[in-house]
Nanobody
Framework: QVQLVESGGGLVQAGGSLRLSCAASGSIFRLNAMAWYRQAPGKQRELVATITSDGSTNYADSVKGRFTISRDNAKNMVYVQMNSLKPEDTAVYYC???????????????WGQGTQVTVSS
């Protein structure tokens, strides 16, 4: 089994910053692409940012220039630095990883439990 655990969420004023972390653990053979998603109340889950195993990144238009995704392959971690936060960034943020596990050697997607980010105006 593979577990993803997010941390770093909280309450911040508009214009502030937060850094979310996600730790992957368990029966990991290889971590492929990793990503952050978010889901605001009453809305569908949306992709925020992705990063491949070699560090290529992609961002949703709504966060370009404000958010930066990064990863530490040695520690099986992925991060997102969120600057210039807006009230519309308020959501539960989820970590996602495509993992090849040591049990099956097939890849599958895993999700974390989510961490709440609230931006006050």
């Amino acid at each position: 089994q593979v577990q993803l655990v997010e941390s770093g969420g909280g309450l911040v004023q508009a214009g502030g910053s937060l850094r979310l972390s996600c730790a992957a653990s368990g029966s990991i053979f290889r971590l492929n692409a990793m990503a952050w998603y978010r889901q605001a109340p009453g809305k569908q889950r949306e992709l925020v940012a992705t990063i491949t195993s070699d560090g290529s990144t992609n961002y949703a238009d709504s966060v370009k220039g404000r958010f930066t995704i990064s990863r530490d392959n040695a520690k099986n971690m992925v991060y997102v630095q969120m600057n210039s936060l807006k009230p519309e960034d308020t959501a539960v943020y989820y970590c996602n990883a495509n993992v090849i596990d040591t049990a099956t050697y097939y890849s599958r997607n895993y999700w974390g439990q989510g961490t709440q980010v609230t931006v006050s105006s």
